[in-house]
């Protein structure tokens, strides 16, 4: 059984983690207000940031690998500088609870979800709102950014994926719907497939262009609260209220292995660049690191 290389911890639920660019660093948002920046492979915690009043949804480190942007459900985004520690900028424009966050590949803009059922999109450069791209008849959960920097997925209580033009600013599809209210997305490195796990334990695999179902993935006996595609593609791993982590096998969707080291709801996984290291987050308040450099080679 697959054992984690590395254990860090906030002394509130953490959910959220992400990769530095050179896979060196580790980044955690969590429920008690602070954002945590740890040096690998010594897990050593370099840095701290104080800001957000409420907890942090998301964080993820910027292309030019001195900045990491946050997200929380005090409403804003905030930009960080990594080197000093301190606030870039600040970000707000929401009514209610910010709950997700993803930013384009590139770094040049970000999208953000949250209780108000909004769904905006912002320019990392000038630190501002572009634009509403639409809104959800219901709470949103879970927002994606496409690979290509050119479409953004969105979901939440109301049970359709929705699909948004970046350049167009315009609603571009809906996808589904669950048969339950959607907890988590991610998009395929290749841009074409979107994962999307829900309350009834599911997980669904939607081609992108189509909207049509690909696979039906079961296993988990609680809700689907994250997902995260390998680098490489061939690997789809998810995180649930039942404490386990599981390995899907792509295109196949074959069952391969569960992780089970967090004794409390999976809210954050993210893989390190080269795919070698997955990194999850839990409601225990613990974040395992783990060795997955087989699951890179294959």
Known sequence: MRQPLIRLQHPNAVYSVAFSADGAQLASGSLDKTIKLWDLPGADERLRLRGHSEAICSVSFLPDGKSL???????????WDLETGKLRATMSGH????????????????????????????????????ATLGTHTDLI???????????????????????????????????GPHDAPIQSLAYSPDGNTIAAGDDNRVIRLWNAATAEMRAEL????????SLCFSPNGRWLISGSSDTTIRLYELPSGRFVEALTAHRNSVYGLAFSPDGSRLASAGFDRQIYVWDTSDLAAS
Not at 69 to 77: K, P, Q, W, Y
Not at 95 to 103: E, G, H, P, S, V
Not at 151 to 161: E, K, R
């Open 218 to 225: 079961g296993g988990h006996a609680g809700t689907v609260k």
């Open 141 to 175: 959960n879970c927002i994606a950014f496409s690979p290509s920097g050119t479409a953004v997925a969105s979901a939440g209580h109301d049970l359709v994926i929705r699909l948004w033009n970046v350049d167009e600013r315009s609603a571009a599809q809906t996808i």
């Open 69 to 79: 942007l946050s997200a929380g459900l005090d409403r804003t985004l905030r930009i």
């Open 95 to 130: 009514q209610a609870y910010l709950t997700c966050m993803a930013r384009s590949v590139d770094g040049r803009f970000a999208v953000s979800g949250a209780h108000d059922k909004a769904v905006l999109l912002w320019d990392l450069s000038s630190n501002s709102r572009l």
